[in-house]
């Protein structure tokens, strides 16, 4: 039985920007690439892969077996995606810190695979992300941008920067300090954040 494919264009935008995936019928082999016009131009941005067909099932497009291929060749081209890409993760404590009030605390934030954050914006934030606790953006420290219940209260510790480990140290803890705080780096083509709860007594 014939199977009636032609051809598929899809698109969709992330946090990478736009790339697109298209198909073109070549019988019993069915090729699909991903192509992101930035990273191509890195070299990272092409991926090709094929998938034997069966002819029986594959009536047309709408066939659920031929949804299913599609999904799972949409996962692996996006994972491969991730890679080329060079994301990576933000680690911050993995459990409540408890202070005594009075006390400082210093708080470790990092990127997992290391990678140099020294061009990036480094956010330490209570609750939301407009909540500045610590703001480095620019190469230096950006005051001005805090809460003023925090303002001459931190210090960002950059000694490790270059390997995308930075340390928080927060002076003095009063009881209102007790809440929901997050890390946050971001770079002019991905950002992500870790969050941990401060607790006070």
Not at 52 to 77: D, Q
Not at 95 to 105: A, H, R, S
Not at 155 to 173: E, P, Q, T
Request: glycine fraction near 8%; proline fraction near 3%; aromatic fraction near 10%.
């Amino acid at each position: 039985m014939e199977h009636m494919f032609t051809s598929l264009k899809w698109q969709t935008r992330t946090l990478l920007g736009m790339f697109s995936l298209r198909h073109t019928d070549g019988g019993k082999e069915c090729p699909l690439s991903l192509h992101h016009k930035v990273l191509a131009e890195k070299g990272k941005g092409h991926f090709e892969v094929s998938i034997h067909l069966a002819a029986s099932g594959f009536h047309n497009k709408k066939s659920s077996l031929w949804n299913t291929s599609i999904a799972l060749v949409l996962m692996l081209l996006v994972s491969l995606l991730k890679l080329g890409s060079g994301q990576w993760q933000v680690v911050g404590p993995d459990k409540p810190i408890q202070v005594l009030v009075g006390e400082d605390v210093i708080v470790p934030c990092f990127i997992s695979p290391e990678i140099n954050a020294e061009a990036m914006e480094v956010r330490f934030f209570k609750e939301e992300l407009s909540a500045v606790v610590h703001l480095f953006r620019d190469g230096k420290d950006q005051n001005y941008m805090q809460m003023p219940v925090f303002q001459g209260r931190t210090n960002l510790v950059k000694d490790f920067i270059m390997n995308g480990h930075v340390f928080l140290r927060l002076k003095k803890v009063t009881l209102s300090d007790t809440g929901l705080y997050g890390c946050w780096f971001g770079s002019q083509t991905y950002s992500q954040e870790a969050t941990w709860e401060l607790q006070v007594s």
